[in-house]
């Protein structure tokens, strides 16, 4: 077997099974992975991980899936690329394909309340633990606290702030402080003051017509989606439910909720909503759900692939670059920061009661001191959840 090989069937095991246990957000599928791709295998070091993570930011597209597709690209190549994509996708779409069988032929879902409970306790250690280890390389210089302190303040301001994506504004205002504050540091003095760098950035057939239409629905919303996946909300709201009028109000809010409790990216939404269109919208019963949800499917996660690959051609270069080293160190602090936010929020949901917030102090210990892997707590925090809170 050559070393290409391997490499593609280590990328397969790793993400098929990160596809199988990464529930929750985005954060959380980035905490996984930085213990798995940094933390136990070292297939690249903490700084190249938050260079990827800051740079997908940048391009439309579910960023969690955006990182797998890139790690798989450094790993081994284009087919690392596509292999670690497919892999973290597929596990999902096989869950939500049944689960959307069972929602069109009973017309509701089995309880999963306890489940949830128990990994919504858990993954907090997962953030957790992720945000610490993250933190200790993108917060080393003075200039960098700076910004990441900038960008805490500015991003609680902005909270309510919906016309426009905060994160991205916030990762550009941290890219050119950054940016700058590293020329100037090179070409001025070396002990610049960090509040002279920070507020620089203040200032066919009758079913070919719908399903084509479903189709371009979900591609635009993969070639356009910025930040976080639960953007993906107005873009189902607009597109399928008001202009296309393919799902209803209550089948568009019931295919969030199934992406939400299902492990990988959040954007396999499309996988349960493109079922229910062919199933219930277009007529055709199960087989044209089942080929609508993988159509979906497709189309909302291809230009990510392609985004991916363009990027990847320029990274490394711009990695060695002094000015875009800056930019790059910029946004990961204020990465760390939009990491510690996600926390914050996602703790004053998720702890409510002594057993939850137990779980997720014993998941942090267990992982900080034992090294416990995090896809196991999930499994054990899950086994708890449907005891305790059933």
């Given at each position: 077997?050559?070393?290409?090989h391997?490499?593609?069937?280590?990328?397969?095991k790793l993400?098929?099974?990160?596809?199988?246990?990464?529930?929750?957000?985005?954060?959380?599928?980035?905490?996984m992975?930085?213990?798995?791709?940094?933390?136990?295998?070292?297939?690249?070091?903490?700084?190249?991980?938050?260079?990827?993570?800051?740079?997908?930011?940048?391009?439309?597209?579910?960023?969690?899936t955006?990182l797998?597709?890139?790690?798989?690209?450094?790993r081994?190549?284009?087919a690392?690329l596509?292999?670690?994509?497919v892999?973290?996708?597929?596990?999902?779409?096989?869950?939500?394909?049944?689960?959307?069988?069972?929602?069109?032929?009973?017309?509701?879902?089995p309880?999963?309340?306890?489940?949830?409970?128990?990994?919504?306790?858990?993954?907090?250690?997962?953030?957790?633990?992720?945000?610490?280890?993250?933190?200790r390389?993108?917060l080393?210089?003075?200039?960098?606290?700076?910004?990441?302190i900038?960008?805490?303040?500015?991003a609680?301001?902005?909270?309510?702030?919906?016309?426009?994506?905060?994160?991205?504004?916030?990762l550009?205002?941290?890219?050119?402080?950054?940016?700058?504050?590293?020329?100037?540091?090179?070409?001025i003095h070396p002990?610049?003051?960090?509040?002279a760098?920070?507020?620089?950035?203040?200032?066919?057939?009758?079913?070919?017509?719908h399903?084509?239409?479903?189709?371009l629905?979900?591609?635009?919303?993969?070639?356009?989606?910025?930040?976080?996946?639960?953007?993906?909300?107005?873009?189902l709201q607009?597109?399928?439910?008001?202009?296309?009028?393919?799902?209803?109000?209550?089948?568009?809010?019931?295919?969030?909720?199934?992406g939400?409790?299902?492990?990988?990216p959040?954007?396999?939404?499309?996988?349960?909503?493109?079922?229910?269109?062919?199933?219930?919208?277009?007529?055709?019963?199960?087989?044209?759900?089942?080929?609508?949800?993988?159509?979906?499917t497709?189309?909302?996660?291809?230009?990510?692939f392609?985004?991916?690959?363009?990027?990847?051609?320029?990274?490394?270069?711009?990695?060695?670059?002094?000015?875009?080293?800056?930019?790059?160190?910029?946004?990961?602090?204020?990465v760390?920061?939009?990491?510690?936010l996600?926390?914050?929020?996602?703790?004053?949901?998720?702890?409510t009661?002594a057993?939850?917030?137990g779980?997720?102090?014993?998941?942090?210990?267990?992982?900080?001191?034992?090294?416990?892997?995090s896809?196991?707590?999930?499994?054990?925090?899950?086994?708890?959840?449907w005891?305790?809170?059933?």
């Open positions: 077997m050559t070393d290409r391997r490499r593609l069937i280590e990328l397969a993400f098929t099974k990160l596809g199988f246990t990464a529930f929750g957000g985005p954060a959380v599928h980035a905490g992975m930085e213990e798995e791709v940094v933390h136990r295998r070292g297939w690249i070091d903490r700084q190249h991980f938050l260079d990827l993570l800051s740079a997908v930011n940048f391009i439309p597209g579910p960023n969690s955006e797998a597709i890139h790690i798989g690209l450094e081994a190549g284009f690392g596509i292999v670690a994509g892999c973290f996708i597929t596990p999902a779409v096989l869950i939500i394909l049944p689960l959307a069988w069972l929602y069109t032929t009973y017309g509701q879902m309880s999963v309340n306890g489940v949830l409970h128990g990994i919504g306790a858990v993954v907090i250690a997962v953030i957790a633990v992720a945000m610490i280890r993250l933190a390389a993108a080393a210089p003075p200039l960098l606290i700076g910004i990441a900038f960008t805490l303040v500015a609680v301001l902005l909270r309510h702030v919906t016309a426009f994506p905060v994160e991205l504004l916030l550009m205002i941290a890219a050119i402080a950054g940016a700058m504050g590293d020329y100037l540091r090179r070409n002990r610049l003051p960090v509040v760098i920070v507020p620089i950035g203040v200032g066919a057939s009758g079913v070919a017509p399903l084509t239409a479903m189709v629905a979900f591609l635009r919303i993969g070639a356009t989606l910025f930040g976080s996946g639960y953007l993906l909300v107005p873009y607009s597109g399928l439910v008001d202009r296309l009028h393919l799902l209803s109000q209550q089948q568009m809010q019931d295919s969030i909720a199934i939400q409790i299902t492990p990988g959040l954007l396999t939404t499309a996988t349960f909503a493109g079922y229910v269109i062919g199933h219930t919208k277009l007529g055709g019963g199960h087989s044209l759900g089942i080929l609508a949800g993988v159509l979906a497709v189309a909302i996660f291809a230009p990510s392609v985004f991916v690959a363009l990027l990847g051609r320029f990274l490394p270069a711009l990695r060695r670059m002094p000015p875009a080293r800056g930019a790059l160190d910029g946004m990961n602090a204020a760390v920061v939009m990491i510690f996600v926390l914050v929020k996602l703790a004053s949901t998720s702890l009661n057993w939850s917030i779980i997720a102090v014993v998941g942090c210990v267990m992982m900080l001191v034992w090294n416990i892997n896809t196991l707590l999930i499994i054990g925090a899950a086994a708890i959840g005891i305790v809170f059933r």
